[in-house]
């Protein structure tokens, strides 16, 4: 080699090194034959290493890459996926350009993934990045917690996998549509498997194609970017809960200020009225009369009980939580309703699970669960013959309670509004609206979950989830 070549390698060299972006050369087969000092880093390697192929032995392979003229005029060659040998970079995106002395300028990117991860995990919607075959390469850290993956796992599979099987074909017509380059209109669907209530709400599912200036400042890129939000009818009903709430909170800070205004008064005309019955009873009065303070007492009785439920919904009594058996509490539970059963000729049957079910919680506030639900049931049986059935089954980490009646059931405008303060069907006086609320709360505080299914002239169900302590 002559020291006129020489010194015009080194000048080349020299300015390689100074370039802002990752460069190579390498030979017609792939062989890289020097790479400058980003490259080098990028790729990972060692000072003094031999320099990688990039597994490109065989000329055909230019021919499977994408020819795009660059902006002086020249050929340009682009390919993602391309393997390495020899150095820590599994895989890397290029961008090849002829040089005229049968070698390639080399220009190194980071494949799409690499590039996009940090920016679509601080996106609140969930966010998956596909290649031309609809394969999920990417999932912002949203998408992955619904779909109960690892941090930082990806799905690995057909986009279409992760949504509902009935509304798969049209995903598959807007994927088509989005790889031809059009915008094809949002699909709804549901998630699959997702930790949303429900096994998935509808959600709406948007699908893009990604243009060159999303995927690189060097090469198109054929794939698509897919975003998943809640449909608007979901958003609609977060929005009717969230106002549903606030109007709870309010209500609470209410009921609690007037409930402790009137216990004591309460608790006063309780105790006088007691004092009058029994102190002259049989001697002053009418008979009649006796029977008139007994009134006044079982009223203040009632009104005391309303009171200590509005205290309960606000929250306002605390308690210490503790390991509680879940069977144990469920009989105790039918114990106090023995009145109420007994008066409306309605069993109770038991399937439970064989292993006690430990809980932690307060067992006073569990057991009023199920003394709401089974003095509901009864109360809505309509002659001899009820029934109610409670099954507890483990679901994972929940232990899983149903209380079942074969009672006349609710229409679906009162199923709506069955949780909701002070909604009552009672036409008696007896029912105060604040049952199902209190149970509603009470499961919240123990970390649940309680639904209703009924249907008219069928019953009615309750489920009630709750976290179970995890055996020894």
């Given at each position: 080699?002559?020291?006129?070549v020489a010194?015009?390698?080194i000048?080349?060299?020299?300015?390689?090194?100074?370039?802002?972006?990752?460069?190579?050369v390498?030979?017609a087969?792939?062989?890289?034959?020097?790479?400058?000092?980003?490259?080098?880093a990028?790729?990972?390697?060692?000072?003094g290493a031999a320099?990688?192929?990039?597994?490109?032995?065989?000329?055909e392979t230019f021919?499977?890459?994408?020819?795009?003229?660059?902006?002086d005029g020249?050929?340009?060659y682009f390919l993602?996926g391309v393997?390495?040998?020899?150095c820590?970079?599994?895989t890397?995106s290029?961008?090849l350009?002829?040089?005229?002395?049968?070698n390639?300028r080399v220009?190194?990117?980071?494949?799409?993934d690499?590039?996009?991860?940090?920016i679509?995990d601080?996106?609140?919607?969930?966010?998956?990045?596909?290649?031309?075959?609809?394969q999920?390469r990417?999932?912002?850290a949203a998408l992955?917690?619904?779909l109960?993956?690892?941090p930082?796992?990806d799905?690995?599979?057909d986009?279409?996998d992760i949504?509902?099987?009935?509304?798969?074909?049209r995903l598959r017509?807007?994927?088509?549509?989005?790889?031809?380059g059009?915008m094809?209109?949002p699909?709804?669907t549901r998630?699959?498997?997702?930790?949303?209530?429900?096994?998935?709400e509808?959600?709406?599912?948007?699908i893009r194609?990604i243009?060159?200036?999303?995927g690189?400042r060097?090469?198109?890129?054929?794939g698509l970017?897919v975003?998943?939000?809640p449909?608007q009818?979901?958003?609609e009903?977060?929005?009717?809960r969230?106002a549903r709430a606030?109007?709870l909170m309010?209500?609470?800070q209410?009921?609690?200020?007037?409930a402790?205004?009137?216990k004591?008064?309460l608790?006063?005309?309780?105790n006088y009225a007691d004092?009058?019955?029994?102190?002259?009873?049989g001697?002053?009065?009418?008979?009649?009369?006796?029977e008139r303070?007994q009134?006044i007492i079982e009223?203040?009785?009632?009104?005391?009980?309303f009171?200590?439920?509005?205290l309960?919904?606000?929250g306002t009594?605390?308690?210490?939580l503790?390991e509680?058996e879940?069977?144990?509490?469920i009989?105790?539970?039918?114990?106090?309703?023995?009145v109420?059963?007994?008066q409306?000729?309605?069993?109770?049957?038991?399937?439970?699970?064989?292993?006690?079910?430990?809980l932690l919680g307060h067992?006073?506030?569990l057991?009023?669960i199920?003394?709401?639900?089974i003095?509901?049931a009864?109360?809505a049986?309509?002659?001899?013959?009820g029934r109610?059935d409670i099954?507890?089954r483990?679901?994972?980490?929940e232990?899983?309670i149903e209380?079942?009646d074969n009672?006349?059931g609710m229409?679906?405008s009162?199923?709506d509004?069955?949780?909701?303060?002070?909604?009552t069907?009672s036409t008696n006086?007896?029912?105060?609206g604040?049952?199902?609320?209190?149970v509603g709360?009470?499961?919240?505080?123990?970390?649940?979950?309680?639904s209703?299914?009924?249907e008219?002239g069928?019953?009615?169900t309750f489920?009630?989830r709750?976290?179970v302590l995890?055996?020894?």
């Open positions: 080699m002559s020291e006129t010194a015009e390698m000048n080349f060299a020299r300015v390689l090194d100074e370039l802002r972006d990752p460069v190579a390498c030979d087969t792939g062989q890289l034959i020097y790479v400058n000092r980003l490259a080098r990028f790729l990972g390697i060692a000072q320099l990688p192929g990039l597994n490109l032995t065989q000329r021919s499977q890459m994408r020819l795009q003229p660059s902006e020249r050929e340009e993602g393997s390495l040998q020899g820590e970079r599994e890397v290029v961008s350009a002829p040089m005229g002395d049968g390639y220009l190194f990117e980071p494949e799409t690499e590039r996009l991860a940090p679509i601080q996106i609140d919607a969930l966010v998956a990045i596909c290649d031309g075959r609809r999920v990417l999932a912002n992955t917690r619904v109960g993956l690892a930082g796992e799905p690995e599979c986009l279409l949504f509902a099987p009935e509304d798969r074909p017509v807007a994927a088509s549509r989005a790889l031809a059009t094809p209109e699909v709804f998630l699959v498997g997702s930790d949303l209530p429900d096994g998935g509808q959600v709406q599912v948007r194609p243009s060159p200036e999303e690189s060097h090469r198109p890129m054929r970017v975003v998943v939000q449909s009818s979901s958003l009903e977060l929005k009717r969230f606030e109007e309010s209500l609470g209410l009921a609690a200020g007037v402790h205004e009137l004591n008064p608790t006063s005309i309780l004092y009058l019955l029994r102190k002259y009873r001697q002053l009065f009418d008979p009649r009369d006796g303070l009134h009223g203040v009785e009632r009104i005391d009980r009171v200590r439920d509005l309960n919904l606000a009594e605390g308690a210490t503790e509680v879940l069977h144990g509490c009989r105790t539970a039918v114990g106090l309703c023995e109420p059963l007994e409306h000729q309605v069993e109770v049957r038991y399937e439970l699970a064989e292993a006690p079910l430990a067992a006073g506030g057991q009023q199920f003394v709401n639900l003095t509901n009864a109360r049986m309509e002659g001899p013959g109610i099954c507890t483990v679901d994972g980490d232990a899983v209380v079942r009672a006349c229409a679906p009162v199923l509004r069955a949780f909701e303060p002070f909604f069907t006086g007896k029912g105060s604040l049952g199902l609320s209190l709360r009470i499961v919240e505080q123990h970390g649940g979950s309680v209703a299914e009924s008219e069928s019953g009615t489920t009630v709750l976290p995890p055996t020894e």
